[in-house]
């Protein structure tokens, strides 16, 4: 039985993200560029002067996506913001802002797997799935990646549109969601692969780059036709292992294996950036306690204990400050971390600086059950926040809060996106 597999790729991500979450960026042409705006702010000088600075360091960045808008006037990926700003004066060049990007990527996967367990991401925004059995059929196929496709725009939003393609195989199936852009949806039974393979240029083949099209059009290879006229033989004596590839690739013959992996992560944490500056250490301290409550929670529903911990903070102005450290008592409490958070981060504040952001990271993660304990009353704990945890997953997040941490309110942006966020 053939596989039926789909690929979900975003159209101009990191731009149609940065207009989903400003509407003032909407029916505009921009591009996002990878220089990141923190240095600029963190500098004495006046709004004014910042967002003069900001624009002239701009301009000697490299474009990392376009919006439609931008692409319609010439705007490509990795061109200059000089030269793309020739083609198009009007253009507006922001920097790239990973959290939000992060965000989005996470509930496209999230929607993904509402649909099958079989997921493999191929990029921050695009992935295959094996849909073969629930979809059954190409027909089945097409009704599912319309449910994707509606899910996408309810919980991305409007902005954030993509292009699917559905085949018997990975490689085909990223041929065909490449075919029609954007927003599009393209699906190539097992009985239209032939003609559909015929008639895709070889540039438009994943792997097929500048300098291997031109070693191609030096052996008179320049279309998907001629490339099958090469035998296998001449192709890997000209590009060893990679010749049956290409042998393979102009008659549409690819891996159906989605590979679902995923690796444990190397630190759990979460930072807050405040809408005020906080100068009293209570109230640091209320902040990071709620910050080191949401890591723990995150990390038994996980699965692990930590053995060393993180805690750092950003000064008003720029500038930040905090450390780690190894324990040999293992962690799954939140108040554990706080207090050796707060330890590390008091060792080296500056006292005299008002605080905008604070941040906690658990990292030396361990798989384990609960840690048990010798002493009845840190088994008692754990048992209690075992039963926390589950109010959490019945009821939803903040069911419940320690008394210190009352009024450590965590708001979201207006956008949708949050001013706190996981790292």
């Known amino acids: 039985m053939n596989k039926i597999i789909l690929h979900i790729d975003f159209n101009s991500f990191f731009a149609s993200v940065e207009q989903q979450a400003n509407p ?18 963190a500098l004495d000088i006046t709004p004014g002067q910042q967002i003069l600075l900001r ?44 959290r939000k990007y992060s965000e989005i990527t996470k509930r496209f996967l999230a929607i993904l797997h509402t649909y099958t367990p079989n997921i493999e991401q191929f990029s921050l925004d695009e992935a295959f799935a094996d849909i073969t059995h629930i979809a059954e059929d190409y027909f089945g196929a097409t009704m599912i990646a319309q449910m994707i496709r ?98 393979n690739y102009a008659r549409g013959i690819g891996d159906d294996r989605v590979i679902s ?14 809408p005020f500056d906080l100068y009293k250490a209570s109230e640091m301290k209320r902040g990071l306690f709620a910050l080191c409550d949401k890591v723990a929670i995150r990390m038994r529903k996980q699965g692990f204990i930590a053995t060393h911990v993180s805690g750092y903070i950003r000064y008003k102005g720029g500038g930040n400050t905090g450390g780690g450290q190894q324990f040999s008592e293992p962690m799954v409490d939140g108040h554990d971390l706080y207090k050796n958070a707060w330890n590390i981060i008091e060792k080296t504040r500056d006292r ?19 840690p048990k304990s010798i002493f009845k009353k840190p088994e008692k704990i754990y048992k209690t926040l075992i039963a926390f945890d589950t109010l959490e997953e019945r009821f ?20 949708g996106w949050h001013y706190d966020h996981e790292t």
């Open 24 to 41: 003032f960026l909407r029916g505009k042409p921009i591009a996002v560029a990878g220089k990141s705006k923190r240095d600029i702010d």
């Open 261 to 274: 992996k995923k690796e444990d992560p190397k630190s759990i944490g979460h930072s807050y950036t405040f």
């Open 352 to 370: 005299n600086r008002a605080v905008r952001l604070i941040g906690i990271s658990a990292r030396g993660l361990v798989k384990t059950k609960m």
């Open 150 to 247: 509606n899910d996408v725009k309810e919980q991305c939003g409007e902005f954030c549109t993509a292009s699917i393609g559905i085949a018997p195989n990975k490689i085909m199936a990223k041929l065909a969601c490449e075919s029609k852009k954007p927003n599009g949806l393209t699906v190539v039974s097992p009985s239209d692969l032939e003609d559909f393979v015929l008639t895709r240029p070889l540039a438009a083949f994943c792997g097929i780059g500048h300098r291997i099209e031109a070693r191609l059009r030096d052996m008179g290879v320049t279309s998907v036709e001629t490339l099958r006229a090469i035998s296998l033989e001449n192709l890997e004596k000209e590009f060893k292992q990679y010749g049956r590839f290409l042998y």
């Open 55 to 98: 624009q002239s360091k701009m301009d000697r960045t490299v474009i990392t996506t376009a919006s439609m808008e931008a692409k319609a006037m010439g705007v490509k990926t990795a061109m200059s913001t000089i030269e793309a700003k020739k083609l198009c004066p009007e253009l507006i060049v922001i920097p790239g802002d990973g």
């Open 396 to 415: 939803g997040k903040g069911i419940w809060k320690r008394a210190a941490t009352v009024g450590a309110s965590m708001r979201e942006r207006t956008s």
